[in-house]
């Protein structure tokens, strides 16, 4: 029988809430989506934790807690999911397209700091595949230009970088919980942070504006209006809230996650056997000091025999905003923001030249040796 990533574990904690007939986490607490958020933090190594309900929420989330303005610039990777650059806009805020590094399609210092201008608040980093990005010399550029780092944590659940657990260094970490990641309630997301500001930020853009802190947190007292009691409401907010049934699947899937991990290593040791004297195919990305944990294992091939679909700035949506010079959400674009295509070219060519090979951990090894085989002859011949 294949490999079961669900099975009564998850299916034990879905009956406790079944019969606890409680699906929400109730006034901020919880019973399992609370105990999730806890060993969450545990095994990140992280203070405050906010489950929600996806990664793009967690996202947007974040970059709300961190105070950012209507117009506010937002460094983000060229190449990444598009999830990624749209939270930005959803908050007010334009994104800021920087070139990567083309061997492996990850944000790039130097792309960073060609893109810093007077209105550059905040840099989104995506370890992208799994592969931990540069860490060091992005939060030295940060610190010298006072600006907000999040990492984007959505494919890399425990790698790191010179022994640093990526979403530990930056200001703020997301990680997404959809179906594809290393650990899954179908759909789900969490915000990390050791701020507690930030937390109450987050908390309140998404629970309605309503203070239900964790950890102990004192929250306001709501007031009366004309004498009438008033529910609490003290910011605007979403409801981005996960349920208790996406926390009690998460706290299974979070004890089963160094398991899946493993199996993720397996694959991608069995890809790289196959890959590691192939002709034309390079299997070095990763920077050094860095140990990743891949989401998929990228691999560098000839163009145009690549492909990544993920260039940002070439959706429609932000060709919509190049011609009309503004967001979606009609915040104007200033004079040098570009969604053009030759606007970040290491993405634009990198991605002729980057292929990969799933590694889900629900995936048999010999699948993806296959894969790798597969890939390996189609290279050969076209050698
Ligand atoms: C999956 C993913 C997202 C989006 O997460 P959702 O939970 O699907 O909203 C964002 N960024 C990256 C890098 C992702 O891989």
Redesign the pocket.
């Known amino acids: 029988m294949a490999f079961q990533c669900y099975d009564e574990k998850e299916m034990n904690n879905l009956r406790k809430v079944i019969e606890s007939q409680e699906l929400w986490r109730g006034f901020g607490h919880g019973n399992f989506t609370g105990q999730f958020e806890r060993d969450f933090g545990e095994w990140l190594g992280c203070k405050y934790v906010l489950a929600v309900c996806?990664?793009?929420c967690a996202?947007e989330t974040a970059l709300a807690a961190l105070g950012l303005e209507v117009g506010d610039e937002v460094i983000c990777p060229a190449s990444?999911?598009i999830?990624?650059s749209f939270p930005v806009v959803g908050i007010g805020c334009i994104p800021i397209f920087a070139d990567v590094d083309p061997r492996t399609l990850i944000i790039s210092p130097e792309g960073i700091e060609a893109r810093i201008t007077e209105r550059t608040r905040a840099i989104m980093v995506?370890h992208?595949w799994g592969m931990p990005a540069p860490m060091d010399e992005i939060m030295t550029i940060a610190e010298k230009n006072n600006l907000k780092v999040l990492e984007?944590c959505?494919?890399a659940f425990g790698p790191t970088h010179r022994g640093r657990k990526v979403g530990t260094i930056g200001d703020v970490a997301c990680y997404?919980?959809?179906q594809s990641?290393h650990m899954s309630s179908g759909?789900g997301?969490v915000f990390a942070t050791d701020d507690p500001e930030m937390y109450k930020r987050a908390l309140l853009f998404a629970n309605g504006g309503m203070p239900w802190y964790g950890y102990g947190l004192e929250a306001p007292t709501p007031q009366l209006v004309a004498g009438n009691r008033t529910r609490g409401h003290f910011a605007f907010g979403h409801n981005y809230r996960m349920s208790e049934l996406q926390g009690a699947v998460c706290i299974a899937q979070l004890a089963k996650l160094p398991e899946f991990n493993n199996r993720r290593e397996s694959l991608a040791q069995a890809i790289d056997e196959e890959l590691k004297d192939a002709p034309g195919i390079e299997i070095d990305l990763a920077y050094p000091d860095t140990e990743p944990n891949y989401w998929i294992r990228p691999v560098r091939v000839p163009a145009p025999l690549g492909h990544y679909s993920e260039i940002n700035y070439l959706e429609v949506e932000f060709q919509k905003m190049q011609r009309d010079r503004r967001t979606s959400l009609g915040v104007p674009l200033p004079d040098y923001v570009s969604y053009e295509p030759g606007t970040c070219p290491n993405a634009e060519a990198g991605a002729k030249q980057m292929r990969g090979i799933g590694t889900h951990h629900g995936r048999e090894v010999e699948d993806a040796r296959a894969d790798a085989r597969k890939l390996r002859e189609e290279i050969e011949q076209a050698l």
Do not use: D, I
């Open positions: 996806s990664g793009t996202e990444a999911p999830f990624v995506v992208l984007g959505a494919q997404s919980l959809q990641k759909e997301g």
